[in-house]
């Protein structure tokens, strides 16, 4: 039987967002650039929610042709979020996907079949890891092996964590098809990305007087493809009617 989870509201990992000492700006993988520590992972169309002040980028892709720093995601300057009053959310009904998200415990959802992970370490709320394998029925961790569909996994998680399964899956989905994107832009000759090799003290200097544009913008600009259509109404009531059916 699946237990849904229930947060308890104890703000704890409001006030830490990012457990990454000593972080160093660069790339965090070949291509993929963090002038700044990653935490809140926060969508560009988001940004407005949090003070000014605070709001960072943290996740690029870097456009060496135009010297062009393109946005996939944002984050605050603080591990504690400077919306968090009295340990409660100050603008919960409006608090970023990020936020709904925890701690639902999966990669992608086109990659189910390779794990979950867990945060009973830090989530309250949150069940050890091996009472949510047995209660997933999935006998390992890091290479979950499941005698079932990848689709009933991804109902039973729904059935746990509810829309906040649905986001953590739309925002893997959205990098995904911008990282597509940027690599066919980039072999028709329209942009050049920054990629790992290249000096990172120079870079970070490149992208700090660069121009500044975000992803979703771009990808719509050079394609006509609306990205944020994929979180509307519309299209996470479609989901919800397949995971329900
Ligand atoms: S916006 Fe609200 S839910 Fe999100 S980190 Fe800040 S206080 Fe927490
Ligand atoms: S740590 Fe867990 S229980 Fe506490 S606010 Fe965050 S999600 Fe809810």
């Keep these: 039987m699946i237990e849904k989870f229930e947060c308890t509201r104890c703000g704890w990992c409001c006030k830490n967002l990012s457990n990454v000492k000593d972080f160093k700006p660069g790339f965090t993988n070949s291509y993929l650039i963090a002038p700044n520590k990653p935490n809140l992972f926060i969508l560009p169309w988001e940004k407005q929610i949090f003070p000014k002040e605070n709001v960072v980028i943290t996740k690029i892709f870097f456009d060496l042709n135009n010297n062009l720093s393109i946005v996939l995601y944002y984050g605050l300057n603080t591990d504690c979020c400077p919306l968090i009053k009295d340990n409660s959310c100050s603008v919960h009904d409006n608090r970023?996907?990020?936020?709904?998200?925890?701690?639902?415990?999966?990669?992608?959802?086109?990659?189910?079949?390779?794990?979950?992970?867990?945060?009973?370490?830090?989530?309250?709320?949150?069940?050890?890891i091996n009472k949510l394998l047995e209660m997933f029925e999935i006998k390992d961790m890091g290479n979950s092996k499941f005698n079932y569909k990848p689709s009933v996994l991804a109902k039973k998680l729904y059935e746990r964590y509810g829309v906040s399964f649905i986001y953590k899956t739309l925002m893997e989905m959205r990098v995904k098809k911008i990282t597509e994107i940027m690599f066919k832009l980039e072999s028709r000759g329209i942009i050049k990305l920054a990629r790992k090799g290249i000096d990172v003290g120079q870079l970070m200097s490149q992208i700090k007087n660069s121009k500044k544009v975000d992803a979703d913008d771009f990808i719509k600009e050079k394609t006509g493809i609306d990205l944020r259509e994929m979180f509307s109404e519309k299209s996470i009531e479609a989901i919800k009617k397949v995971l329900e059916s």
Excluded: Q
Aim: charged share 20%; proline share 9%.
């Design 96 to 128: 970023a996907l990020h936020c709904i998200i925890y701690p639902c415990p999966i990669g992608d959802f086109e990659s189910l079949s390779r794990g979950i992970y867990g945060s009973h370490e830090v989530c309250e709320a949150e069940l050890p």
